[in-house]
């Protein structure tokens, strides 16, 4: 087959290849590296991966054929972030604050805080306004090599607005580069309107929202914020167990603030796709992780954000044999943070996860938990051409150098992510 495009002169070319699935275990520590090695592209899809010599005798060229000579960098997979809430309006720079003297999270969203305050803020804003504030966070990712992006709805907790949310999401989708995967929270938080009658609350979104997203086909999974501030092991489970017979992939909120809640074993149970935080697991629910197909996804950004300096037990979840995802939980109160690069360095550095093991995490591992694995995550023949040149010539510098914005050319679908600098901001600078 013929190549559209052929990246040569790479140094080291980290494909990820191997058998279909997340990997586990020792699996993670190897990134299937290839020195002296070339990419080649046809269209949207890689047509091969490997030596450059092997590359190059594999595929035919014409005079449309581009070449590019990577002058020895680093190929890595683009980045996959399967957890993020990156559609929505105004930051709450103003509740990190509060943290960092000393409040809690809890405290600040029963003041009206947190959550609430988005919805607020959500359900004030009009479509075109949603759309213009996120364009630049997504393109920020976009551009630092974060070419598979989840995002999930929860910040209108009504039915109409939750639609709202996803049909927005999926015209972002439309219009930019790589690929956004919706997820429904609906079940994010109760309402001020729905205190009054919690059982009535989680039946709607049971009853009447789940079918109607269902139906519209606006979203892949259902995903629920499972604490016993928030919604129970009950109630979570309710509304789970009705998602999976609408036929949407189930994905959880789990032990992030109540130590030892049972989030993950519930996720489990239900052969849910993944579970998500897992700051305040317990022993109980690692064992229950490992001996299940559900992927752990870690978010280490999200204790900075909440002034923390307890992270996930990774490293155990690791050795005990668990797939295990990274994610920057993007999202305005608990982790402002749109960089996969720097969730790959804590992964190191808070985590201890080893180089290789944190990009398997940001790459294959994360595809497979957003339902991607088939299509991206690593460099293999027919997965999607998404892809980062890195200014970097080893892939232990990635964790190494901490807050480095190491993408200097990302592709996506085999077309280079390309933004006017002002496009990526959130206030582009007046020109005089």
């Not at 995903?223 to 509304?239: G, H, K, M, N, Q």
């Not at 668990?322 to 969730?343: H, K, Y």
């Amino acid at each position: 087959m013929k190549a559209t495009l052929i990246v040569r002169g790479i140094g080291q070319l980290a494909t990820l290849a191997g058998p279909a699935g997340p990997r586990r275990g020792r699996a993670m520590d190897d990134p299937g590296l290839v020195a002296g090695a070339a990419l080649a592209v046809a269209g949207d899809r890689i047509l091969a991966a490997g030596p450059e010599a092997a590359v190059l005798a594999a595929v035919t060229t014409g005079p449309d054929t581009r070449e590019l000579d990577a002058g020895g960098a680093l190929v890595t997979p683009g980045f996959v972030d399967p957890h993020t809430h990156a559609l929505f309006g105004r930051y709450r720079a103003d509740e990190f604050d509060l943290r960092v003297r000393g409040a809690a999270y809890v405290d600040i969203a029963a003041a009206g805080g947190g959550i609430h305050a988005s919805v607020a803020d959500f359900r004030g804003r009009s479509d075109e306004d949603l759309l213009a504030l996120s364009r630049p966070r997504l393109r920020r990712m976009l551009r630092s090599g974060s070419t598979t992006i989840e995002v999930k709805s929860g910040y209108g907790l009504d039915l109409e607005q939750e639609l709202r949310a996803l049909r927005l999401i999926a015209a972002l989708d439309a219009e930019l580069p790589g690929t956004l995967v919706p997820t429904f929270l609906g079940a994010h938080e109760i309402p001020p309107e729905g205190r009054a009658d919690r059982d009535a609350y989680v039946s709607a979104i049971c009853e009447d929202w789940l079918p109607a997203v269902a139906a519209q086909g606006v979203a892949r999974f259902a995903d629920v914020f499972c604490e016993p501030s928030v919604f129970t092991l009950a109630e979570s489970e309710r509304i789970l167990a009705a998602a999976a017979a609408l036929g949407l992939g189930l994905k959880i909120h789990a032990d992030e603030i109540a130590a030892g809640y049972g989030g993950a074993a519930l996720a489990a149970r239900l052969s849910a796709l993944s579970a998500d935080h897992l700051i305040v697991m317990a022993e109980a629910d690692i064992a229950a992780l490992a001996a299940s197909n559900t992927l752990a996804v870690m978010l280490p950004a999200t204790s900075l954000g909440l002034a923390s300096t307890q992270f996930a037990p990774a490293r155990q979840l690791v050795d005990a044999g668990v797939a295990l995802a990274l994610a920057t939980d993007f999202n305005p109160g608990s982790s402002c943070c749109e960089s996969m690069g720097l969730i790959v360095s804590l992964a190191a550095s808070a985590l201890r996860l080893t180089p290789a093991e944190a990009l398997c995490a940001a790459t294959l591992n994360a595809a497979w938990a957003c339902g991607e694995g088939e299509r991206a995550g690593s460099l293999e023949p027919g997965k999607r051409a998404d892809f980062v040149l890195h200014d970097a010539a080893d892939l232990r510098e990635l964790p190494y150098h901490i807050g480095f914005a190491s993408a200097q050319r990302v592709y996506a679908r085999g077309e280079v992510v390309d933004f006017a600098e002002d496009a990526c901001r959130d206030r582009p600078l007046a020109r005089t």
